[in-house]
C-alpha cells in the first residue's frame, strides 16, 4: 500500500502559511502572531516557518503584502465595472476601500506591528505608490488637472481615507457616511483650482 505524501508545494505552503497567519491576526492581533504561533497553528515544523519568512518582521512583511495586494485587487476589480462617470468612479472607488477597511482589519494590525521597521516603511511607500497610482489613473479622464496635480490630491485624498476607516472600525461612522465622504473628497479633489 502506497503512503501518500501530505508535503505540500512550497508556493502551497506558504499560501496555507499566510493564511494561517490572518486567522491568528484576526483572533488575537498582531502581537499574538509569531514565527513559533504560526507553526503550531498550522501544524508544522519550525524550520518550515523559519524557511519561508526568515524571522517575524519577514514574516509581517509577507502578510501586509498580501493583504495590500487584496485590496488593491479589489479597487481593480471595482473600476473594470465602473460606469465611465466620475461620481461612479469615485463612488467605486470609495465602496472598495471601505469594505477592504472592515474586512481586513489585519492589514492595518500588521501595519502598526511593523512601525519602526525601516524595511516596512520602504514597502509601504511602495504600496501607497502603486495604491494612489491605481486612484489616480482611474479619476485622470475625470479631471482637468495634470496628472502630477491629480496624483498629489490623491496622496491627501487616501490620507483622509484612512482616517475615515479608522472612524469607522472604532464605530463613529457608519459604512455608508464613510463612502458618501470620501466619494465626496475625491469629487472634489478632481477640480481646478481657483486662479489657475
Request: hydrophobic share 45%; net charge negative; aromatic share 4%.
Amino acid at each position: 500500500m502506497a503512503i501518500t505524501s501530505t508535503r505540500l508545494p512550497k508556493q502551497a505552503r506558504r499560501e496555507q502559511l499566510l493564511n494561517t497567519a490572518v486567522a491568528i491576526v484576526r483572533a488575537q492581533g498582531a502581537d499574538g502572531l509569531t514565527l513559533v504561533t504560526l507553526a503550531e497553528a498550522a501544524g508544522v515544523s519550525r524550520p518550515i516557518v523559519y524557511d519561508h519568512f526568515g524571522t517575524r518582521p519577514g514574516l509581517l512583511l509577507a502578510l501586509y503584502r498580501r493583504l495590500d495586494e487584496r485590496h488593491r485587487a479589489a479597487i481593480t476589480q471595482a473600476l473594470q465595472e465602473a460606469e465611465p462617470t466620475a461620481d461612479e468612479v469615485a463612488r467605486l472607488i470609495s465602496t472598495a476601500y471601505f469594505a477592504c477597511a472592515t474586512d481586513m482589519p489585519e492589514l492595518a494590525a500588521v501595519s502598526a506591528a511593523l512601525k519602526g521597521n525601516p524595511e516596512m516603511e520602504a514597502v509601504q511607500r511602495e504600496m501607497l505608490d502603486r495604491y494612489t497610482d491605481l486612484v489616480a489613473v482611474a479619476l485622470l479622464q475625470h479631471s482637468g488637472l495634470t496628472p502630477e496635480a491629480l496624483r498629489l490630491r490623491c496622496v491627501g485624498v487616501l490620507g483622509a481615507a484612512e482616517a475615515v476607516a479608522a472612524e469607522l472600525n472604532q464605530g463613529r461612522a457608519s459604512a455608508d457616511d464613510a463612502v458618501a465622504t470620501l466619494t465626496d473628497l475625491i469629487m472634489g479633489s478632481l477640480n481646478t483650482p481657483a486662479g489657475r
